[in-house]
Every structure is written in structure tokens, then in C-alpha cells.
């Protein structure tokens, strides 16, 4: 079983970005940026919503990527190194998806966050909210932007000084690079964890500024996490499907798809964890979020649940399941629109009662139906996802053109050879 | 294990795991029936190069665990909506759907049990690992830093032959 032949690493080669692919990659892109100006252009209320849930999963793509690289270095993790170029490739889309961040909060803020009202934790204000007004010391827009630019500073910085590195192993300098990596991604790890959370904090749940999750930041981190991990499936079986990176066996398509069944396990577990104690207690304060979705949205949430956890649960539960190049490939969608669903189920709903609230303050009829407005799943928010896909897929490809596929001289690299399990 | 008793085999000593690996596919290109390897901690890739069976524990372990699964949600409907029908979270529905999500600490906690347990019992059985069974101890050391390789062979005339084989691909001391 190779146990003991010698394997060559025979992905010497960058990987070849064909037009074809970059012409797929652009029609996706045009195809998001027709979407995203027609609703502009209809005034359709959920137009920054769908911007924030879609980016939101483009930058947790690339987020989760970078992390699970930090956690293959400070763990010394020997199977991983044949996939790390692809990792790397997946994290270089932070800066993009931090710059559009920015660009949908400080556009369009006031849509997305009800604390980012004008005069709102003012006392003399019409719409004073004493419960926003006592969250203002965490929840102000000066704070808000540091912490913004922050996180996506930090994240930038780590995910292209990770790939430095690694392409320092390339140039020869083997270990002495990985033992840098692993410090680096030691203090990368620490600063995730905290930026991780009050990022969910900051983008998610300040949206529905009363209610409040102690669990959120974990639920919001196995969903992106999940998500990236489903990317890293599809973007490794694309190679393989191409002919690409002949040194990945079925041992670690098994492993990788030993990650998916178990994130997808672990997101199961948080969502219900997060479900069950608020749905036992009944407390109006908190229990108001999940009748919001339970009443006006109970196909896209249930369908998110059944699609994230039975899914994957019964699939890939298999150890046959998870060394098929094409199962994996397709299980990878399947979980990436699982998770697609759920961060809608996330964003959106709050969204939408701030968008009503707008639309009952600004006209008439708006309040005549009591100001609520609820969000839906059409071609709009196809075609926004479609865009930032292809966003996606450009900048990935992209990175995975500009140095061999697999890295030269890395430590682990005979074990990860030789991995079997 | 049981066709060990009218079934006869040779045991070759190692002491290094590398050195097995390498005698397994030596030794079957001469003839040798190499059946099992006895080691104190996991070969990556032994299993392939012996051509072992993929076990079936795994499939157990399903079956345990279904069984836990209904077994606690019997439980909890029987208890908590027929015979004395709660009021759940202040919920008073009283259908057993309703109230599920308070049943599923439950009903995972009783599946992990039973899954457990059942895989542990049923490896312990399948092994004839009980209480008050005599070990069958090929070398004091096998369990500790040696490697026992089995090779099966039909009578005793064969067992010279094998010895020497077995030493030449590496064993420090061979057994019958």
C-alpha cells in the first residue's frame, strides 16, 4: 500500500487559470453585479440584507480557511500539508470581502443595525431606546470601526504572512519558515478567538439590537467554518477532477470529509443548544427571535436544519462516502447551501423588521400593514450568491496560478505522503 | 479465535514494526499463509497489506444505537405524555412532537449509551474477553514491545521450514 515505496511530489507546477475559467468566474461576477443594481435600482428592501448575508459567507469562507491553516501549524498536523496551497489561496479573498464590508456598513448601516438609528440612545429623542441606550458603551460607531478595521486588518495580515511563508518553503528554506508559521498561527489563533466572536456580535446579532445569544459567537463560528470546509472539499475534488494534485489520495478526501460529518455535527449541536434553552425557557425577551422565524419563515429554517444536519448525518456518515471524489464534491454543495440557508435565516429576518420600520416611518402605507415586512428567496438573491461565487472563485484560482499546488520542502510532507488511515 | 484450536500455526517474534511490514509480502511471495500480526500499538497500513476484512463493529454500533434512540423516546412518551401527560416549559400542547426538543438531551444521551456499550460488550464477546478466561499469551512481550506474526500451516513437517523463513525475513525468535 506505498507504505514503504519512496512518493515524489509530482505537483510542481502552478495551476493553469484557463481563460474558460476565468470567463465562467467573470459571468458569475456580472451576473451578481446585475443582480445587485437591479435591486438598487427596484429599491428592493432587502437589497443590503442579501450584500451582508452573502458577503458575510464569502468572508467566512476565507475566515474559516485561514483558521483551520493556524490550526494545521500549531498542531503540527502531518496529513494536511498537501492541501495547504489551496488553504492558503481560499484566505487571500479577506482583504476583498473586508473592503466590501465596510462599503455595505458604512452605506448601508442604517438599514442593517436599528442601534446605527439617528438619536436612538438619546434621551430627549423621539425614538429613545433605553435598552439600546445601555448597550451604547460596546455598541457606538467609533468603537464599531476600530473594531471593523481590526478584524479585518488582523485577519489580512495573518492569511497573507501565512502564505509568505509557505512560499519561503518553496524557495528552500524549509522548516526554519513552518516553525515560523507555527508561531504566528499560535498568535493568530488567540486573537480568532476573540475576534471571532465579537465579529458575530458586530455583523449578526447587533441586527436585532434587544435580543442577545451568549452561545452566538460558537453557532456563527461553526456555520462559516462548515462552510469553508465545504469550499476546501469542492475546490480539492475540482483539482483532482482536473487532474491536479495526483498526491491527495482517498485517505485524505476521507479526512477531509471526516471534517465536514463532524463540523456539520457540531453546528447541529450549537444551533439546537442555542434553540432548545431559549424555546424551553420562553422568556419574551429572547424568545422573540425564534417566533420571528417559526411564523414567517419556518420553510427556509427548518430546510436549513434538515440540509445542514440530516444530510450530512446519513451521507457522509459512511466511510465508502467519504473516499468518492464525486460524493464529497456534491455533498460540499449540498452543505454549502445548507449553510447558505441558515445565514439567511440569520441576517435577513432582523433586517426586514428594520426595513419596515422605515418604510412605516416614511409612508403611509407602510403603516397600514403595521409596518412588517418579510424576506424571501428569488432571482435577486440567486444572482447576488452567484456573484460572489464567482468573486470568489476568481481570487482563489487566481492565487492558486502563482505557485506550485503543493508545497516544496515542507517538514510533514513524507508523512502527508504516505498518510493512511 | 476459536478455529485456533484445530487449526495450526507458527509464530514468528519481531521486534521492529518496519521489519513485519516488510516480511508480510516477502513471506506470501514464498508460500506463507501469513494470517494475522499481533502488535502493541496500531501499523498504519498493516490492515491493507494483510488483507484483513473491514470489521463490522461499525455496523453494531448503529444497531446499538438506533435501539438506545427508540428506546429513550419510548420511554419519554410513554412517562411524559401517556401515562402522565406534562406540562412542558410552560407548553401545555401535550403531543409528543411538540415537546420534542425537551426530549433530545435524552434521547442522545441513552443513544452514545448504548452504541458504547453494546460495541465494548460485543467486542468483548467476540474476542472471548471475559472474566476468568486464560489469556492466550504467545510471548510475554507482545503486548509490550514485540510483534507476533501467525503463518498457518496443515501439519508439523511443514513447521522447520516456516521457522527458518520466518527468521530469515527478520524474526528474532519463532514458536509453534
Redesign the interface.
Known amino acids: 500500500m506505498g507504505h514503504h515505496g519512496h512518493i515524489e511530489v509530482t505537483s510542481t507546477q502552478p495551476y493553469n487559470f484557463s481563460s474558460r475559467n476565468r470567463m465562467i468566474a467573470m459571468v458569475m461576477m456580472v451576473i451578481g453585479l446585475v443582480a445587485i443594481i437591479a435591486q438598487f435600482a427596484t429599491h428592493h428592501e432587502q437589497t443590503w440584507a442579501n450584500l451582508l448575508w452573502n458577503n458575510f459567507i464569502f468572508m467566512g469562507m476565507a475566515l474559516g480557511a485561514t483558521f483551520f491553516l493556524a490550526v494545521q501549524y500549531v498542531a503540527e498536523v502531518g496529513w494536511s500539508a498537501v492541501i495547504k496551497r489551496p488553504l492558503e489561496a481560499m484566505g487571500q479573498s479577506l482583504p476583498v470581502a473586508g473592503v466590501i464590508m465596510i462599503l455595505i456598513i458604512a452605506l448601508g448601516g442604517k438599514h442593517l443595525y436599528h442601534w446605527m438609528d439617528g438619536g436612538i440612545t438619546d434621551p430627549n429623542a423621539a425614538n429613545y431606546d433605553e435598552i439600546i441606550a445601555g448597550k451604547s458603551a460596546y455598541l457606538n460607531p467609533v468603537f464599531f470601526w476600530v473594531r471593523v478595521v481590526l478584524y479585518f486588518a488582523i485577519w489580512t495580515y495573518f492569511a497573507r504572512l501565512f502564505r509568505a511563508n509557505s512560499l519561503r518553503m518553496d524557495a528552500g528554506e524549509g522548516t526554519p519558515a513552518y516553525i515560523k508559521n507555527r508561531r504566528y498561527a499560535a498568535a493568530f489563533l488567540v486573537l480568532f478567538a476573540i475576534t471571532e466572536s465579537t465579529m458575530s456580535w458586530d455583523f449578526i446579532m447587533s441586527i436585532e439590537t434587544h435580543w442577545y445569544s451568549t452561545l452566538f459567537g460558537w453557532y456563527t463560528f461553526s456555520g462559516f467554518f462548515v462552510t469553508s470546509l465545504a469550499a476546501l472539499a469542492f475546490i480539492v475534488t475540482y483539482l483532482k477532477h482536473k487532474g491536479y494534485l495526483p498526491e491527495v489520495s482517498e485517505h485524505h478526501l476521507h479526512d477531509i470529509g471526516k471534517f465536514m460529518f463532524a463540523f456539520s455535527i457540531f453546528w447541529t449541536y450549537l444551533w439546537f443548544a442555542q434553540f432548545m434553552l431559549i424555546w424551553y425557557s420562553n422568556i419574551p425577551e429572547e424568545v422573540t427571535y425564534f417566533m420571528l422565524r417559526q411564523d414567517h419563515y419556518r420553510g427556509i429554517w427548518l430546510a436549513a436544519f434538515f440540509i445542514n444536519f440530516i444530510a450530512p448525518f446519513i451521507i457522509l456518515m459512511s466511510r465508502d462516502a467519504k473516499r468518492k471524489k464525486y460524493l464529497v464534491m456534491f455533498m460540499s454543495a449540498i452543505i454549502f447551501i445548507g449553510h447558505w440557508l441558515d445565514f439567511y435565516i440569520m441576517v435577513v429576518p432582523g433586517s426586514m423588521v428594520i426595513a419596515g420600520h422605515h418604510a412605516a416611518a416614511h409612508a403611509a402605507e407602510g403603516a397600514a400593514h403595521g409596518g412588517q415586512i418579510f424576506g424571501s428567496i428569488g432571482l435577486m438573491e440567486i444572482g447576488t450568491t452567484i456573484g460572489f461565487i464567482g468573486l470568489f472563485a476568481y481570487i482563489t484560482q487566481h492565487f492558486l496560478s502563482k505557485s506550485p499546488l503543493v508545497v516544496k520542502n515542507h517538514p510533514m510532507m513524507e508523512e502527508s505522503l504516505h498518510h493512511a488511515i | 479465535m476459536s478455529a485456533a484450536k484445530h487449526k495450526k500455526f507458527v509464530y514468528g517474534i519481531f521486534n521492529d514494526d518496519?521489519v513485519v511490514?516488510?516480511a508480510i509480502p516477502a513471506l506470501r511471495s514464498k508460500g506463507l499463509r501469513v494470517k494475522d500480526v499481533i502488535s502493541p500499538f496500531p501499523i498504519?497500513?498493516l490492515d491493507?497489506?494483510l488483507g484483513l476484512e473491514?470489521t463490522r463493529i461499525?455496523i453494531t454500533c448503529f444497531l446499538y444505537g438506533m435501539t438506545g434512540c427508540s428506546l429513550a423516546l419510548l420511554m419519554m412518551y410513554y412517562m411524559n405524555i401517556f401515562d402522565w401527560p406534562m406540562d412542558?416549559?410552560?407548553?401545555p400542547s401535550f403531543a409528543f412532537y411538540k415537546n420534542l426538543?425537551?426530549f433530545?438531551?435524552v434521547t442522545f444521551e441513552s443513544t452514545v449509551l448504548c452504541a458504547a456499550h453494546g460495541m465494548v460488550i460485543t467486542f468483548f464477546l467476540r474476542s472471548k474477553l471475559l472474566p476468568g478466561v486464560e489469556p492466550h499469551v504467545i510471548h510475554p512481550r507482545m503486548a509490550d514491545d514485540h510483534f507476533v506474526m501467525a503463518v498457518q500451516i496443515d501439519n508439523d513437517s511443514e513447521a522447520a521450514n516456516v521457522e527458518a523463513q520466518l527468521r530469515a525475513a527478520g524474526a528474532i525468535e519463532t514458536k509453534k
Not at chain 2, 88 to 91: R, Y
Open positions: 518496519d511490514m516488510h498504519h497500513g491493507d497489506a473491514r461499525s412542558i416549559g410552560g407548553k426538543p425537551a433530545i438531551p
